[in-house]
């Protein structure tokens, strides 16, 4: 089988003979006598399409053949046109090229390795074997795109077993037979045998996303050409948008933002200086008062356990506290110092469809029921 896609990786369209066709588990496996679907391996997922109009749904290597999995079968001996999923390959070729292009130079840079890699349909990660500060992955970005926009020649070699004695390049396994090397002048030289671009500046642009310590090194996330600028116009979008709710011009919407949070957590503490005032006039209500019942509406969890704390110490004895409305349910708080509770929460959630529990002393949780269903199942277990 010629395998076209090493040689012609822009070759979208290709005339072939159908060589056998048989059922297998996921469609039906077809060999020909050439393709350029390229098959699933050393990082880069198979390439999608047709071939005489049936959809090709998987590619693999098996046994040194390209395996096509279609949808319908093709008979045998027949002759069909196979036609690529352009766009997906590009996308591929763009990212395949941009991480060769990001390896290399983190290699020069920083001296360490590509120990992983893994294309998804999302965003590509790079493994390196050294961690990066962020003013390193900053400077990664800038020469990988300074590279990109240099428009340098990419060329695919197949060089001879003594010429490769002398050639540096990039492998992460023992190789064995014919080797195929992809160099990236003044940026990489790797053996791989996937689809590149013909020269850098089609990979467009390349944008790191994040970068996380992983295992000894780094685990980097990006994207390359379309995809980022997709990524970058959506970021931009976002932007735009913060940009006018808060009034704030696009490139001083942090400042903005900062400012709103510092006011939030003002009101924040001011509202919980308040809380506490109220929670401390709301429990001298019910002092000695022993056992109680108490709804409050517009409460977060947090504030409802403040309340149930407050009301227990006063009352002396187990304080019920509820927050909601009827229709909607009830958030409830219930402690009871050195009382067992456990009971309690479990008759509570089966009488008032609730869910919750919490410690022997203090349990909080909800349930859907009215405000008189409640009271009327404390007056029963009070």
Known sequence: MEKLYEAQP?????????????QGKKGWDILLNQTAFYPEGGGQPYDTGTLGGVPVLEVHQREG??????????????????????????????????????????????????????????VITIDLNVELTPDQVAQLEARAN?????????????????????????????????????????????ACCGTHVSSSGQVGLVKLLSCQKFRDGVRIELVCGKRALDYLSQVWEQNHQISNLLSAKTMQTSGAVRRLLEENAALKSRILTMEEQQFAALAQQYAGQGDVVVFESGLS?????????????????????????????????????????????????????GRGGGKPDFIQGTVSASQDQIQAFFQEHM
């Open 65 to 122: 053949r390209v395996v096509h999995t279609c949808a319908a079968p093709l008979e045998a001996g027949s002759q069909v046109e196979g036609q690529i999923d352009w766009p997906r390959r590009f996308d591929l070729m763009q990212h395949h090229s941009g991480e060769h292009i990001v390896s290399g130079i983190a290699h020069s840079l920083y001296g360490c390795d590509n120990v992983g890699f893994h294309m998804g349909s999302d």
């Open 10 to 22: 822009y070759l979208t369209q290709f005339p072939a003979t159908v060589e056998s066709c048989t």
């Open 301 to 353: 969890p947090d504030s409802l356990r403040r309340l149930c704390g407050a009301v227990q110490a006063a009352c002396g004895g187990r304080c019920a506290c509820f927050s909601g409305e009827d229709g909607s349910g009830y958030q409830y708080a219930v402690g009871q110092p050195g009382g067992d509770l456990r009971p309690l929460a479990k008759a509570l959630n089966q009488a008032l469809q």
């Open 146 to 190: 300074q590279y990109i926009w240099e428009d340098h020649p990419i060329a695919v070699t197949y060089p001879t077993s003594e010429e490769l004695e002398h050639l540096e390049y990039r492998s992460k396994k023992a190789l064995t037979g014919q080797v195929r090397i992809v160099s990236f002048h003044g940026a990489d030289t790797c």
